[in-house]
């Protein structure tokens, strides 16, 4: 048990070494992919019914230095639920997007964006597990250099440009965090999380320092609030997410931007103290964007006549309901928040993977008013939007809807308006998805032979539509048992 | 002026904001990357300052001596050194894509004037 983290990370760093040796075989590099994923998701699922029977953490010591100095890893229960979950879901984007990456990346570079995935996978599980602050830097740059190397794999002008504004405001970012590093480290003399807390600790209690570590938790609070697409600094996401390749759209819309979100979550929660942050007032600037960024997200995907930007834009949204979860600060809305990343973990893919799929079918163009009857053409992916749209919507028994409740429990004295802006964005929502969702069902009246075309959905792709929806309705019936393991998982922070 | 002892943290503080400042107001890809590089190193001049104690040692044992009140503090050091090897990666990733942009553009310029009478050309 207390080696699972370590070797589903060098698990994934060795895969994809062996990756970029492959080729000439990028069919054995896919594959070799898929069956690390799956093994990482499977070892990380052993581990939570480990940690709902004992509790508690492991911490797991790197190299020969013992606490102060060396580096650890640390996970619990809730480490384990979002490792199992991001590898799944990474998984299931691949084999939803199989047809796309053939047709998106030259065969010659096929095992270097499968190297790229693996590399992503396992700067995620780092910023999962990491108990260190710099370590968790040193793989936020891997992540962010992973994440536009698959943005960018599809070699086109739009891509191009969505890559280079993706990496220069990921780069502003990270120096951001790099220097509020530096200026932890030397108001505490520490890196690993515990110790760092620690002295944080004696610091604020004997009123010293406050204006660095203030200093500090703002400049995180932006740079991850700028990787992970809050509010106003979103405006990278929609260009990264709609112009790369399906299998890029979905991983980086369904778990990169959570893996920041994550981070921030420790280091609110571990670094600081959360009634540290609430002290400083950060807390409400989180919600209030978070609220903003809920409806805003929403009128900029009404806008849109392009699909994919019109999902993209619907995970600002998204990300504004998680952030408006952490910043009503309490136990219950950050594990409602957790509810949501992992509910929208399974459904951003699901409508991506849809999308790409109706793309295919309606002359590969994106745009919506091409799309009458692709749904038709395409019977998977069509339903796979509509059990997509119906989540994000929040319609009773799919998975948006139950986060959407367990949001809007956990408000307290921020609950009339965080419980107005939820219904306010569901509104929003359904105006843009039912549309298309209509729309793609619809019936081409000039030519019905365009069903001549048939039903292209090849096997794993309805595997994987089939997964995605089947278990976002699970969650939308039996939610309350993955928050359940939520509620015992945040315990542990 | 406590500030003014400080200078070593002032000077990274100043430089940091140029360099925040290049990255996101330049339109040129060059220019961008300068920004990014200056921003990194201030932060690397900030760390050096905070791990020196003035007349201690470079940290390797000498003469046996272990007491470690003799030596400065390695571990900025070593902060610095990943910080590199990051910033040196990045850098070389974002030239890769400047030097993409220029074969498609013929501009390094981004969203500007010159980059939209290079597209007008086009059409």
């Known amino acids: 048990m207390n080696n699972i983290p370590f070797i589903s990370i060098i698990l994934a760093m060795i895969g994809s070494i062996v990756a970029l040796l492959l080729g000439k075989k ?49 996970f619990g229960l809730l480490e ?19 047809n796309g990456i053939k047709e998106d990346i030259q065969s010659a570079k096929q095992n270097c964006y499968c190297s790229l995935l693996l590399l992503l996978m396992l700067s995620l599980l780092a910023l999962i597990y990491t108990n260190d602050i710099f370590t968790a830097y040193v793989f936020i740059e891997i992540n962010t250099i992973a994440s536009c190397g698959i943005v960018m794999v599809k070699e086109s002008g739009e891509t191009l440009k969505a890559t280079i504004k993706y990496l220069f405001m990921s780069l502003m970012a990270s120096g951001l965090f790099l220097i509020s590093i530096a200026l932890l480290y030397s108001v505490t003399g520490h890196l690993l999380i515990p110790q760092m807390s620690e002295a944080i600790a004696h610091l604020t209690a004997s009123g010293t320092y406050i204006w660095p570590l203030m200093a500090a938790a703002i400049m995180i609070t932006v740079s991850l ?27 980086l819309s369904g778990v990169v931007v959570k893996g920041y979100i994550i981070l921030l979550i420790k280091i609110y929660y571990r670094v600081f103290g959360i009634e540290t942050i609430r002290g400083m007032g950060l807390l409400h600037v989180v919600f209030a964007l978070g609220i903003i960024g809920m409806i805003m997200g929403s009128i900029f995907a009404i806008r849109e006549k392009n699909l994919k930007r019109m999902i993209a834009y619907s995970s600002v949204a998204q990300i504004g309901y998680i952030y408006a979860g952490i910043g009503v600060g309490t136990w219950a809305g950050l594990s409602a928040a957790l509810f949501h990343m992992i509910i929208h973990a399974f459904t951003k893919p699901l409508l991506f993977s849809s999308a790409g799929g109706l793309i295919e079918v309606s002359g590969h163009s994106k745009m919506i008013e091409d799309m009458q009857g692709a749904a038709r053409r395409n019977r998977w992916a069509g339903i796979g939007f509509v059990i997509g749209a119906c989540s994000m919507v929040g319609v009773p028994l799919f998975g948006g809807f139950t986060s ?42 000039e030519e019905s032979t365009a069903a001549a075309e048939g039903d292209v959905a090849p096997a794993d792709y309805a595997v994987s539509i089939g997964c995605f929806s089947a278990i976002n309705i699970a969650l939308g019936v039996g939610g309350f048992l993955l928050v359940y393991m939520l509620t015992q998982g945040v315990q542990i922070l | 002026m406590n500030l003014f002892n400080n200078y070593y943290e002032l000077a990274a503080v100043i430089l940091f904001a140029i360099g925040l400042l290049l990255l996101l107001l330049q339109r040129n890809l060059i220019k961008k990357i300068i920004g990014l590089n200056i921003m990194d190193t201030s932060v690397f001049l900030f760390l050096a300052a905070k791990g020196y104690i003035a007349g201690a040692m470079s940290p390797i044992i000498r003469d046996g001596q272990t007491d470690a009140s003799l030596y400065i503090n390695p571990l900025p050091s070593g902060l610095v050194l990943t910080g590199i090897v990051v910033a040196v990666s990045t850098t070389a990733f974002a030239l890769a894509l400047a030097l993409r942009w220029y074969q498609q553009y013929h501009t390094l310029d981004i969203d500007g004037v010159v980059l939209k009478n290079v597209l007008k050309g086009e059409k």
Request: proline fraction near 5%.
């Open chain 1, 26 to 74: 990028p069919k054995t590099a896919l594959a070799m992919t898929q069956i690390i994923l799956v093994a990482i998701a499977a070892m990380s699922g052993m581990m939570i019914p480990y940690f709902l029977q004992n509790g508690g953490t492991i911490t797991y010591t790197l190299g020969h230095f013992p606490a102060p100095w060396g580096n650890e890893l640390r």
């Open chain 1, 80 to 98: 384990a639920i979002l490792a199992c979950v991001f590898a799944a879901v990474v998984f299931l984007a691949i084999i939803g997007g199989k």
């Open chain 1, 225 to 251: 609030g700028v990787k992970s697409a809050m509010f106003p600094f979103h405006t990278w996401l929609p260009d990264a997410h709609s112009t790369a390749t399906t299998t890029s759209s979905s991983i």
């Open chain 1, 404 to 445: 959407k409740v367990y949001l809007a429990m956990s408000g307290q004295d921020k609950s009339i308006i965080f419980i107005l802006a939820l219904a306010l964005s569901s509104c929003l929502n359904a105006i843009y998805y039912l549309p298309v969702a209509l729309k793609i069902w619809t019936k081409r009246t």
